[in-house]
């Protein structure tokens, strides 16, 4: 294995407090010392990191790797969908149970942990079986296998005793309950936000209660259990105030937001764009500011993409008919820094505190050294230019979902470099890079 000695760069590493400029070495799957003291080996492969954040390896606790899919749509696979999240700088994703079978039986969770990945990849298992919302799984076992966490994403679970019963055994396993907070009762036919563009494109309305009720039901549930309690990808400004209150009683809540809800409004559905079309839909400006907001005050804590790929045939539909989600673990980086520091909500340091330790330790990784850069961990990290200037260029993405609204949109920010366990999964290093290496998955 090649040792590497990445030199100069801005280290920033949230878990720790360090925020500086200094040299990272790298030998075997590990890194071996951090410092500005540091000798260069004589056999160590130089990456020059001048001007550049080096980060912990980024990492997505929501993606949608597609994979098992019996059904053959080919939306995506594990083998690409990780491909993309390296070349948008991860090293670890956890990928989401709406897999066909779901992800609610040991084998599946194997199939996931085994396949071949260029990222670290950690499944997500359904809280019911079939993600169906009736019968629980079996959880301890689901999370003796590996599972990271409990979610039904893509549904929530609506029956309050089926809830009760899932958050008692999420309390129980030690684990946490990511919840897809949409009661379906409200969402029936739903395409996206209720209001007057809706009822413009003639469209089946989404109202914000349907998120802020289920949010609301579980806070309530989960009082007297006490299971750590995760409300996934937020959408409207009400629920802030429903995970603060909930985190000023004590209660283990945390709240994640995606990189569209913080950037985008329903406008991004006129005219009928299903590029726009995503569950939860795209909100109004007030609630972009109040999830802004919430990143700022430290309510949300994980940034998440919800990376949704899709074939472009199931968006070529009518709005009513077009599949929901957006293609987006290669260019969250920039979306999120346009977001959120250009905005002045947060620092670099808050933002890759937010895509790395805080997601590690939802997903109880930080024990495996993730999320963060130390001396004796593995050598997962992240080599970002802050200021690199791109376009979204859908053609050139990595995953099979091309599907997003940001398509044409000017971005600044970019990882250069992806390194997982030593080993490059992503390289634009050009002159950076003082030897012929190439990435290795
Ligand atoms: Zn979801």
Same mark, same amino acid.
């Given at each position: $294995?090649?040792?590497?000695?990445?030199?100069?760069?801005?280290?920033?590493?949230?878990?720790?407090?360090?925020?500086?400029?200094?040299?990272?070495?790298?030998?075997?799957?590990? =890194?071996?010392?951090?410092?500005?003291?540091?000798?260069?080996?004589?056999?160590?492969?130089?990456?020059?990191?001048?001007?550049?954040?080096?980060?912990?390896?980024?990492?997505? /606790?929501?993606?949608?790797?597609?994979?098992?899919?019996?059904?053959?749509?080919?939306?995506?696979?594990?083998?690409?969908? /990780?491909?993309?999240? #390296?070349?948008?700088?991860?090293?670890?994703?956890?990928?989401?149970?709406?897999?066909?079978?779901?992800?609610?039986?040991?084998?599946?969770?194997?199939?996931?942990?085994?396949?071949?990945?260029?990222?670290?990849?950690?499944?997500?298992?359904?809280?019911?079986?079939?993600?169906?919302?009736?019968?629980?799984?079996?959880?301890?076992?689901?999370?003796?296998?590996?599972?990271?966490?409990?979610?039904?994403?893509?549904?929530?679970?609506?029956?309050?005793?089926?809830?009760?019963?899932?958050?008692?055994?999420?309390?129980?396993?030690?684990?946490?309950?990511?919840?897809?907070?949409?009661?379906?009762?409200?969402?029936?036919?739903?395409? $996206?936000?209720?209001?007057?563009? #809706?009822?413009?494109?003639?469209?089946?309305?989404?109202?914000?209660?349907?998120?802020?009720?289920?949010?609301?039901?579980? =806070?309530?549930?989960?009082?007297?259990?006490?299971?750590?309690?995760?409300?996934?990808?937020?959408?409207?400004?009400?629920? $802030?105030?429903?995970?603060?209150?909930?985190?000023?009683?004590?209660?283990?809540?945390?709240?994640?937001?995606?990189?569209?809800?913080?950037?985008?409004?329903?406008?991004?559905?006129?005219?009928?764009?299903?590029?726009?079309?995503?569950?939860?839909?795209?909100? /109004?400006?007030?609630?972009?500011?109040?999830?802004?907001?919430?990143?700022?005050?430290?309510?949300?804590?994980?940034?998440?993409?919800?990376?949704?790929?899709?074939?472009?045939?199931?968006?070529?539909?009518?709005?009513?008919?077009?599949?929901?989600?957006?293609?987006?673990?290669? =260019?969250?980086?920039?979306?999120?820094?346009?977001?959120?520091?250009?905005?002045?909500?947060?620092?670099?340091?808050?933002?890759?505190?937010?895509?790395?330790?805080?997601?590690?330790?939802?997903?109880?990784?930080?024990?495996?050294?993730?999320?963060?850069?130390?001396?004796?961990?593995?050598?997962?990290?992240?080599?970002?230019?802050?200021?690199?200037?791109?376009?979204?260029?859908?053609?050139?993405?990595?995953?099979?979902?091309?599907?997003?609204?940001?398509?044409?949109?000017?971005?600044?920010?970019?990882?250069?470099?992806?390194?997982?366990?030593?080993?490059?999964?992503?390289?634009?290093?050009?002159?950076?890079?003082?030897?012929?290496?190439?990435?290795?998955?």
């Amino acid at each position: $294995m090649t040792d590497w000695f990445i030199q100069g760069g801005r280290v920033i590493d949230p878990a720790s407090g360090v925020d500086a400029v200094a040299h990272v070495l790298v030998q075997g799957a590990s =890194i071996t010392a951090i410092g500005l003291d540091l000798e260069c080996p004589a056999d160590a492969a130089v990456i020059d990191a001048e001007g550049c954040l080096i980060s912990p390896g980024l990492i997505d /606790t929501h993606v949608h790797l597609r994979d098992p899919d019996t059904s053959g749509h080919h939306e995506e696979t594990i083998a690409t969908g /990780t491909r993309a999240a #390296a070349a948008g700088g991860f090293t670890t994703v956890c990928c989401m149970p709406n897999t066909t079978p779901a992800l609610d039986s040991t084998e599946v969770v194997n199939h996931v942990l085994q396949a071949p990945a260029s990222a670290r990849v950690f499944p997500v298992a359904c809280g019911t079986k079939g993600r169906a919302g009736l019968e629980p799984t079996d959880i301890h076992e689901l999370v003796a296998a590996g599972a990271v966490g409990i979610s039904d994403d893509g549904d929530g679970i609506a029956d309050d005793s089926v809830m009760a019963r899932v958050l008692q055994d999420v309390q129980k396993a030690g684990t946490v309950f990511m919840q897809h907070c949409q009661d379906p009762a409200m969402t029936q036919g739903a395409a $996206m936000n209720a209001g007057a563009i #809706a009822q413009s494109l003639g469209v089946g309305p989404w109202p914000r209660e349907a998120e802020v009720a289920m949010l609301q039901r579980d =806070i309530d549930l989960n009082r007297d259990i006490g299971a750590r309690y995760h409300a996934q990808h937020m959408s409207v400004a009400e629920s $802030m105030d429903v995970i603060a209150a909930a985190r000023a009683q004590g209660q283990q809540v945390t709240g994640e937001a995606a990189p569209h809800h913080l950037l985008l409004t329903e406008e991004a559905c006129l005219g009928g764009n299903t590029m726009a079309k995503v569950n939860p839909p795209l909100r /109004t400006q007030a609630d972009v500011q109040a999830l802004r907001q919430a990143v700022a005050d430290g309510v949300i804590t994980v940034l998440a993409t919800d990376h949704a790929p899709h074939p472009a045939s199931s968006k070529a539909r009518e709005f009513q008919q077009a599949s929901f989600g957006m293609s987006a673990i290669e =260019i969250c980086l920039p979306l999120y820094r346009e977001a959120l520091i250009d905005s002045g909500a947060i620092d670099w340091p808050r933002l890759i505190a937010m895509m790395t330790i805080e997601g590690a330790r939802l997903a109880g990784l930080e024990a495996k050294g993730l999320g963060q850069l130390s001396p004796g961990g593995p050598a997962d990290l992240t080599i970002i230019d802050p200021d690199a200037q791109w376009t979204v260029d859908t053609p050139t993405f990595t995953s099979m979902g091309r599907n997003t609204p940001f398509s044409g949109r000017a971005l600044r920010g970019r990882a250069l470099a992806t390194m997982r366990g030593g080993q490059l999964t992503h390289a634009t290093l050009g002159d950076r890079l003082d030897s012929g290496i190439e990435p290795a998955a």
